[in-house]
């Protein structure tokens, strides 16, 4: 099946088949029943020192001031490039997705992010799909006072739900989104999943897939840090795409501009090993190819570029 081998049906059959050594068969059954995998003390504390002192000056002095986080510090800053590019964090992506990694987006904190239950497939998703997951690194000890992460175990089995599956419609400043939360806290709690709560030493790594359901709990301790990075990997030989900017209905996917942190280099969309084109149409991107039908496709064009309905 086109899945990442440990979301597969058929995974015990496939694991059977791997010529992997036993930590890293722990590690992949781990990964397929739970979502999740704890690596402990992956990242140096000299490069997470080095990190802090290049980007504390980004970030505001109180917990309650913006901005509460940086998106993509990589483009300034070489040892978020670091983080986002450690080899033994690579290492076992490849081995869990059999696929090249390629870090895509970072995101860094100075506090926790108190963040209702999401999944990031709604952010962002692939074709084939689940071929995205997330790593938070530890860059100081979390507990229960400064906001550590919580995350529904198992919960990546369940389907990706998208805008269209809850019929919302993306706006401006995300007002949409609390919608998505609720329904999926009351999803969470209907399905009998129970939430738990990770405390980490600085230096501890956290991968997820993309489809466990996880945030941030309230900060209980006043003006407390919980330094930390999230970097966001694709793996190679997909469609990279925003699903909720996306019309799942029409498959019209609004594909990303996707830059691999650890090269530098653009990633080419690709469908089954072809490479695929994309016309640039502002806020969207559709994809050239069997699934879009070109009349369609400039019949868009003239909707989002002119401001005029199609013919």
Same mark, same amino acid.
């Given at each position: ?20 050594? /036993? ?11 739970? +979502? ?13 020192? @080095? ?6 000056? =980004? ?9 509460? @986080? ?20 690579? !290492?076992? &992506? ?9 870090? $895509?987006? #970072?995101?860094?904190? %100075?506090?926790?992010? *108190? ?38 175990? @198992? ?8 805008? $269209?599956? &809850? +019929?919302?419609?993306?706006? =401006?400043?995300?007002?949409?989104? /609390? ?9 969470? =709690?209907?399905? +009998? ?9 600085? +230096? !501890? ?6 489809? &466990?359901?996880?945030?941030? #709990? ?24 925003? /699903?909720?900017?996306? !019309? ?19 990633? *080419? ?5 072809? /490479? ?21 496709? &400039? ?9 005029? %309905?199609?013919?």
């Amino acid at each position: 099946m086109n899945l990442p081998w440990v979301e597969s049906p058929f995974f015990l059959d496939l694991l059977a088949q791997k010529n992997i050594t /036993p930590e890293q068969r722990d590690q992949a059954i781990h990964y397929h029943q739970e +979502g999740y995998l704890l690596l402990k003390q992956i990242v140096d504390h000299r490069l997470i020192d @080095r990190t802090l002192a290049e980007i504390q000056h =980004e970030y505001p002095v109180n917990v309650d001031e913006e901005p509460v @986080r940086h998106q993509d510090l990589w483009k300034k800053y070489k040892t978020v490039t670091e983080v986002a590019s450690q080899p033994q964090i690579l !290492d076992v &992506l490849r081995m869990l997705y059999g696929r090249e990694p390629i870090p $895509f987006q #970072t995101l860094n904190f %100075k506090f926790g992010t *108190q963040q209702r239950a999401h999944s990031d497939t709604i952010h962002f998703s692939s074709v084939p799909a689940r071929f995205m997951c997330g790593v938070w690194v530890a860059q100081e000890d979390t507990h229960a006072d400064n906001g550590p992460l919580f995350y529904y175990p @198992r919960s990546h089995r369940q389907e990706e739900f998208n805008y $269209f599956d &809850l +019929g919302l419609e993306a706006k =401006e400043n995300y007002a949409e989104y /609390p919608e998505y939360e609720d329904f999926m806290e009351e999803f969470m =709690e209907a399905k +009998g999943y129970q939430r738990q709560e990770i405390h980490m030493k600085k +230096g !501890d790594v956290l991968i997820w897939s993309s489809n &466990l359901v996880h945030g941030g #709990t309230p900060i209980r301790g006043g003006n407390v840090t919980r330094w930390s990075q999230v970097t966001h990997y694709y793996f190679e030989g997909c469609m990279y795409y925003s /699903p909720r900017f996306s !019309d799942m209905f029409s498959n019209n996917l609004n594909l990303r501009h996707v830059i691999n942190i650890a090269t530098g280099q653009v990633v *080419q969309h690709s469908e089954n090993g072809k /490479p695929i084109e994309t016309i640039n149409t502002g806020k969207f991107r559709y994809a050239v190819s069997h699934n879009f039908s070109l009349g369609v496709l &400039l019949k868009e064009v003239v909707k989002k570029v002119v401001g005029k %309905k199609p013919f």
